[in-house]
């Protein structure tokens, strides 16, 4: 095999499948064989243009699943064979400030897996070593790749402050990010509260670990939380800052709002409402490459798992623009390897 297959996004929601040639990855990546990638709404900065030169081709996809089969020079840690993902930090340099006192998460010069560089919808990705993270056995390429991103971020939104056992948490959006959320949540030891509009959700909120359904479209979300007495955290995942903005009042003294859904409009907060009780409002975006595989042997010990809906690699597109739509549930992933 001298080519792969991959989807190029140039211009405006448009997908090209193309062929590219197979290269030797360079110094410190490898190249790994896709065998799943999921499809999350950050690949809209790909998809829609919203990126430095939206001309330039590039991959979306930033759930990535796959084997390696090739190791450039100086890696040492991984071999041809082994099991590997990587998220949307594709990889510390180890050399700026933030990775120099261990914040690789934050480094200035970290990759951004399928918006700065060539992501998951391929057949083939290339990656730095210092980005990838080992799937165990107990996970499929389709289970493993949600996790990678939607499941990362929520795992550690839900651990940025030392909530303890048994406090009140809310998940705010039941979608790709919400519905693991609230099992992450449930298994944390949490007593959990699902907010989504409309009831048509509350169902599958309560199978996935909610003990109280908050139906935003009919009842004052804050005033809800209030009534069971004020949460200690709540985890924003819709991408709506409209939906996100009432949510400081539902929170208990010394409570915290952490945002990982990122919307195109802005929050708007009372600045009483932080005042008066000691609330936070915060951001989180995601882990580093260890903390994924922390992450990925909680899920094995809990029994969570993504709702998962696997359409062919041919299909992105439609995958895309099922994701785009919220119809999904909870998770597009592209079959890669079928």
């Not at 693991?180 to 909120?205: D, N, P, T």
Request: aromatic letters at 4%; a negative charge; hydrophobic letters at 45%.
């Amino acid at each position: 095999m001298s080519t792969y297959r991959a989807f190029e996004a140039t211009g405006v929601h448009q997908l090209r499948l193309v062929e590219r040639e197979l290269v030797e990855p360079a110094p410190g990546h490898v190249r790994l064989r896709v065998e799943a990638c999921g499809v999350c709404h950050t690949d809209v900065l790909a998809v829609e243009g919203l990126r430095a030169d939206p001309a330039q081709p590039l991959v979306p996809g930033h759930e990535v699943v796959g084997v390696i089969d090739a190791v450039g020079a100086g890696v040492t840690a991984w071999q041809p064979g082994d099991r590997a993902g990587v998220g949307f930090l594709g990889g510390q340099c180890w050399e700026c400030e933030p990775c120099r006192r261990g914040d690789f998460v934050n480094c200035l010069g970290q990759q951004q897996t399928g918006t700065t560089v060539d992501g998951g919808y391929a057949e083939v990705v290339y990656a730095r070593s210092s980005g990838l993270v080992r799937i165990p056995d107990g996970l499929t390429a389709a289970e493993a790749a949600p996790l990678l991103c939607a499941g990362l971020t929520t795992f550690m939104a839900l651990q940025q402050d030392s909530t303890r056992a048994g406090s009140l948490v809310a998940v705010q959006g039941i979608g790709g990010l919400g519905h693991l959320a609230l099992q992450y949540a449930r298994s944390l030891g949490h007593r959990v509260v699902a907010i989504a509009r409309g009831s048509e959700k509350e169902k599958q909120a309560r199978e996935m670990g909610a003990h109280e359904y908050i139906n935003s479209t009919d009842q004052d979300p804050a005033a809800a939380l209030r009534d069971l007495g004020g949460a200690a955290l709540i985890v924003a995942t819709a991408a709506s800052g409209a939906a996100m903005s009432p949510l400081v009042g539902g929170l208990a003294p010394g409570g915290k709002l952490v945002v990982v859904g990122a919307a195109p409009d802005p929050i708007t907060v009372s600045t009483a409402d932080l005042i008066f009780g000691t609330r936070t409002l915060a951001g989180s975006l995601t882990g580093s490459s260890i903390q994924n595989e922390d992450n990925l042997a909680f899920v094995l010990a809990h029994g969570i798992r993504p709702a998962v809906e696997v359409l062919p690699f041919e299909q992105a597109m439609d995958g895309y623009e099922r994701m785009l739509s919220g119809k999904a549930r909870f998770r597009v992933v592209l079959d890669v390897a079928a």
